[in-house]
C-alpha cells in the first residue's frame, strides 16, 4: 500500500508516524494519505485524458467532506446515493453539474431538491421512477436530463452481496426492456434521456465482465441514437477492484484501453463512478490491542476495535491486510484477532500469521479507505471512530471522535409522548 511505509522502526501515513497520531488522538482511528488518493486520482484521470470524460467519484466509498473536498480540487465530479451525499459533494465543492444521482429509491423530496440544486443527471433505476422525476420536474417547467441504468446481465465475478449486474437483482432496467423504457422516456415532458448507465458490481478484479456489459451499452446506445434519442454520454460505472489480498491489480491503463476500443464509435463524453479505487488503498484503521489472550487452544489479540468500525470482515468475509505499527522481525505465528463487540462475527481475521505483541502495541488494518468509515455505526454505543487526513508531514483531524454523550443526548428515558390522531 503506497503513502504507509516504515520509517526507522515505525508505521507512518507519508512522513506522519501512526504511534504520534494514536498519541494525538486516540485509537481507534482512520488514517487516509492524501498523496494516495490524488495520485490515484490522477492516474485515472489521466488514463482517459485523451477523450471527453468525466469522473465522478462514488461518494458513498468514503464520504468526509475532506476526502471529497481533495478530490474537487482535483476535478472530480461526484456519484451521490441519496440527497445526503448531493449535498456533501456540493459542500465539498463538487459543482453541481458533475454530480449524478443514483439510487433504486429516490424520494420525490430527494429529486425536488436535487432539481433544486442544479445536478447533472439522475440514474434511473426504474420506469415508475422515471415518471415520477417526470412529472415533479414538469411541474416546476423544467427537463431533468436522465440515464437509463441498463442491467447488462453479465456475472462481475464478486461477492454475491455487492454484485449488481445480473439479471433478478434489484439494480437497472433489463436490457431487453431498455428500448421500450427509452421511446417511453421521449413521451414525457420533464425528461431528457441524454445517457446509458451500468454499473455491474463492486471489487472487480479482471477487466473481462466490463468488456463485455459495456459492448452491450454501447450497441444500445448506438441503436438508441439511430432511433433519435438525444445520448450524448455513455456512464460506465464504477467497481474497479483494488489488491487487498495480493490479487493482481485490475491495470488501469489496460481498463481505459478497452473502454476507449468498445466505445470508439461514440463521440460524446465518457462518465465513470470510481468509489474504492480511489480511496481503498489510501487508508489504514488504526487500533490499539487492549488485550492479549492465551486461550486453551488458541491466542487472541483483542482490539479496541470493532466490527462497529469496520464492518467488512463481518458483513462480506473481506480478508484486510493487519501489520504491527512497530517494526519487529520476531517470528509470527497464528492468532485470531478481534474487537469489542458482544458477536462472534466480531472478528477481523482468525489463525492469521502475527508477531508477538503485547498489550498496548498498536495495530494498522490496510486497505481500510474505502466502505470502512463510510460503514461505521455506533452499535454497543461506541463512539464513532475519529478520522485523520494526513498530507506530507503534517495531519488534521477531519471527523474528530464524538463524546459518548452525544451518542444518547437526544434520547429520553420518560420520552413525551403525542396523540397520533388515528
Ligand atoms: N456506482 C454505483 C451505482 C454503485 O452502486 C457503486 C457501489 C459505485 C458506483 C462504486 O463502486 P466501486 O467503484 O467503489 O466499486 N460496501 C461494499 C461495496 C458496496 C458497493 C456499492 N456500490 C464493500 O465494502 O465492499
Given at each position: 500500500?503506497?503513502?504507509?511505509?516504515?520509517?526507522?522502526?515505525?508505521?507512518?501515513?507519508?512522513?506522519?508516524?501512526?504511534?504520534?497520531?494514536?498519541?494525538?488522538?486516540?485509537?481507534?482511528?482512520?488514517?487516509?494519505?492524501?498523496?494516495?488518493?490524488?495520485?490515484?486520482?490522477?492516474?485515472?484521470?489521466?488514463?482517459?485524458?485523451?477523450?471527453?470524460?468525466?469522473?465522478?467519484?462514488?461518494?458513498?466509498?468514503?464520504?468526509?467532506?475532506?476526502?471529497?473536498?481533495?478530490?474537487?480540487?482535483?476535478?472530480?465530479?461526484?456519484?451521490?446515493?441519496?440527497?445526503?451525499?448531493?449535498?456533501?459533494?456540493?459542500?465539498?465543492?463538487?459543482?453541481?453539474?458533475?454530480?449524478?444521482?443514483?439510487?433504486?429509491?429516490?424520494s420525490a423530496t430527494e429529486?425536488?431538491?436535487?432539481?433544486?440544486?442544479?445536478?447533472?443527471?439522475?440514474?434511473?433505476?426504474?420506469?415508475?421512477?422515471?415518471?415520477?422525476?417526470?412529472?415533479?420536474?414538469?411541474?416546476?417547467?423544467?427537463?431533468?436530463?436522465?440515464?437509463?441504468?441498463?442491467?447488462?446481465?453479465?456475472?462481475?465475478?464478486?461477492?454475491?452481496?455487492?454484485?449488481?449486474?445480473?439479471?433478478?437483482?434489484?439494480?437497472?432496467?433489463?436490457?431487453?426492456?431498455?428500448?421500450?423504457?427509452?421511446?417511453?422516456?421521449?413521451?414525457?415532458?420533464?425528461?431528457?434521456?441524454?445517457?446509458?448507465?451500468?454499473?455491474?458490481?463492486?471489487?472487480?478484479?479482471?477487466?473481462?465482465?466490463?468488456?463485455?456489459?459495456?459492448?452491450?451499452?454501447?450497441?444500445?446506445?448506438?441503436?438508441?441514437?439511430?432511433?433519435?434519442?438525444?445520448?450524448?454520454?455513455?456512464?460506465?460505472?464504477?467497481?474497479?477492484?483494488?489488491?487487498?489480498?495480493?490479487?493482481?491489480?485490475?491495470?488501469?491503463?489496460?481498463?481505459?484501453?478497452?473502454?476507449?476500443?468498445?466505445?470508439?464509435?461514440?463521440?460524446?463524453?465518457?462518465?465513470?463512478?470510481?468509489?474504492?479505487?480511489?480511496?481503498?488503498?489510501?487508508?489504514?484503521?488504526?487500533?490499539?490491542?487492549?488485550?492479549?489472550?492465551?486461550?486453551?487452544?488458541?491466542?487472541?489479540?483483542?482490539?479496541?476495535?470493532?466490527?462497529?468500525?469496520?464492518?467488512?470482515?463481518?458483513?462480506?468475509?473481506?480478508?484486510?491486510?493487519?501489520?504491527?505499527?512497530?517494526?519487529?522481525?520476531?517470528?509470527?505465528?497464528?492468532?485470531?484477532?478481534?474487537?469489542?463487540?458482544?458477536?462472534?462475527?466480531?472478528?477481523?481475521?482468525?489463525?492469521?500469521?502475527?508477531?508477538?505483541?503485547?498489550?498496548?502495541?498498536?495495530?494498522?488494518?490496510?486497505?481500510?479507505?474505502?466502505?470502512?468509515?463510510?460503514?461505521?455505526?455506533?452499535?454497543?454505543?461506541?463512539?464513532?471512530?475519529?478520522?485523520?487526513?494526513?498530507?506530507?508531514?503534517?495531519?488534521?483531524?477531519?471527523?474528530?471522535?464524538?463524546?459518548?454523550?452525544?451518542l444518547f443526548s437526544d434520547e429520553s428515558p420518560a420520552p413525551a409522548f403525542v396523540t397520533s390522531g388515528v
Amino acid at each position: 500500500m503506497s503513502g504507509f511505509s516504515y520509517i526507522a522502526g515505525s508505521l507512518h501515513a507519508e512522513q506522519v508516524s501512526l504511534t504520534a497520531i494514536a498519541e494525538a488522538v486516540g485509537t481507534p482511528t482512520y488514517v487516509y494519505s492524501g498523496d494516495t488518493i490524488r495520485a490515484t486520482y490522477r492516474d485515472f484521470a489521466e488514463a482517459f485524458a485523451d477523450r471527453d470524460a468525466l469522473i465522478c467519484y462514488a461518494v458513498k466509498a468514503n464520504s468526509n467532506l475532506a476526502v471529497l473536498g481533495l478530490l474537487a480540487r482535483e476535478g472530480a465530479g461526484a456519484d451521490a446515493v441519496s440527497i445526503g451525499e448531493v449535498k456533501r459533494a456540493v459542500a465539498a465543492g463538487v459543482s453541481p453539474q458533475k454530480i449524478v444521482f443514483a439510487g433504486v429509491a429516490k424520494s420525490a423530496t430527494e429529486i425536488e431538491e436535487a432539481l433544486t440544486i442544479g445536478i447533472l443527471q439522475f440514474n434511473v433505476e426504474s420506469l415508475p421512477e422515471l415518471e415520477r422525476i417526470s412529472a415533479i420536474a414538469a411541474a416546476r417547467g423544467l427537463v431533468a436530463d436522465v440515464a437509463i441504468r441498463i442491467n447488462p446481465d453479465v456475472d462481475a465475478g464478486t461477492h454475491a452481496k455487492i454484485t449488481t449486474g445480473k439479471k433478478g437483482n434489484k439494480f437497472g432496467i433489463d436490457l431487453d426492456q431498455a428500448k421500450s423504457v427509452y421511446a417511453h422516456a421521449a413521451t414525457l415532458p420533464g425528461i431528457r434521456a441524454a445517457a446509458v448507465a451500468m454499473h455491474i458490481g463492486s471489487q472487480i478484479t479482471t477487466v473481462a465482465p466490463f468488456e463485455a456489459a459495456l459492448t452491450r451499452l454501447v450497441a444500445l446506445a448506438q441503436e438508441l441514437i439511430a432511433d433519435g434519442h438525444p445520448i450524448t454520454r455513455i456512464d460506465c460505472g464504477g467497481g474497479v477492484g483494488i489488491p487487498y489480498h495480493g490479487e493482481a491489480p485490475i491495470d488501469i491503463g489496460a481498463y481505459a484501453e478497452m473502454v476507449k476500443r468498445v466505445t470508439a464509435g461514440f463521440p460524446g463524453t465518457l462518465m465513470f463512478e470510481p468509489g474504492r479505487y480511489l480511496v481503498g488503498n489510501a487508508g489504514v484503521l488504526l487500533s490499539r490491542i487492549e488485550y492479549v489472550k492465551q486461550g486453551s487452544d488458541r491466542r487472541f489479540y483483542i482490539l479496541d476495535a470493532g466490527m462497529n468500525d469496520l464492518i467488512r470482515p463481518a458483513m462480506y468475509e473481506a480478508w484486510h491486510e493487519i501489520i504491527s505499527v512497530r517494526e519487529t522481525a520476531e517470528t509470527p505465528a497464528p492468532v485470531d484477532i478481534v474487537g469489542p463487540i458482544c458477536e462472534s462475527s466480531c472478528i477481523f481475521a482468525k489463525d492469521r500469521p502475527m508477531p508477538p505483541l503485547v498489550d498496548g502495541d498498536l495495530l494498522a488494518i490496510l486497505s481500510a479507505g474505502a466502505y470502512s468509515a463510510a460503514m461505521a455505526s455506533s452499535y454497543n454505543t461506541r463512539a464513532l471512530p475519529a478520522e485523520i487526513l494526513v498530507e506530507g508531514d503534517q495531519f488534521a483531524v477531519i471527523k474528530p471522535r464524538r463524546s459518548l454523550d452525544d451518542l444518547f443526548s437526544d434520547e429520553s428515558p420518560a420520552p413525551a409522548f403525542v396523540t397520533s390522531g388515528v
